[in-house]
């Protein structure tokens, strides 16, 4: 029987990336998906590839969050919100044309960092998901008592150690894990079958990656140096985030609350380098 059959989940930033690979697994294990985003094009046509509806939501507008609960609740309810949509403050240095010349990337070290970017990052990393949390506890809050519901929180490894030169995107995702235990301690006080938990991905190819990896020749050399310090010596996949978001989103994970699962590839296990290669044939 498919994990999610019953389940209506609302998925943020699902045009592409990690939040695409979770709505194509929580359609295949028989949700209901309801796709977000703001790139409506790229949306609507991922969502018809998988029977889901797609609407649009900048996480960053209240009256957008609460245009699209109310139309969940209008066809039933709602069962898992996952607050993928996020922002590195990168993203000005991607546009590039032959015409254009390069701009520099914005500079977020602890020194050098302006405040319109740590504000643009904070609004849409902490002040989306906070917004997520509040109005799915809202919508779920109606729900059947017996009926289990789950949020999950895409923070990041960033949000757990520090970044000397993305301190807005580590601030972000920091703060995200701790409310993440907030909002799962205040679901259990209320007594409410809902449950909120972390995924702390590290090094994911998706196209958040693109400002710092490149194109071109060098791009596979800029990735070997990504993940020189990482155990499995390699990027994750999307894929792979969205099975452990499967897991979360289904009644399997049923005593699992105000939890953390990085998935870095050995990252935060205790080296900063990758081990040495075995010496047995």
Known sequence: MPRLRH????ITGAARGIGLAIAQAFAR???TVWMTDTRDEAGRLEAGAIGARYERLDVREEVDWERVTGLIRERGSLSIVVNNAGITGFEAQTPQTPQTPPTPPPLQDPEH??????RSV????????????????????SNEPS????IINIGSRSGVVGIPRAAAYASSKAALRNHTKSVALYAAEENLPIRCNVIQPASI??????????EGPDRID????FTADTPLRRFGTAQEVAALAVHLASDESAYTTGSEFTIDGGLLAGTAAPPAPSQRS
Do not use: Y
Request: with cysteine; proline share 4%.
């Open 7 to 10: 389940k209506t989940a609302l």
């Open 29 to 31: 294990e028989g949700a």
């Open 113 to 118: 960092v302006d405040l319109r970017t740590w």
């Open 122 to 141: 904070h609004a849409v990393n902490l002040e989306g998901a906070m917004l997520g949390c509040k109005h799915a506890i809202r919508a779920m809050r």
């Open 147 to 150: 009926a289990p519901c789950s």
């Open 205 to 214: 190819l998706t196209p958040m990656w693109d400002a710092m990896l490149g």
């Open 222 to 225: 800029a990735m070997d140096r």
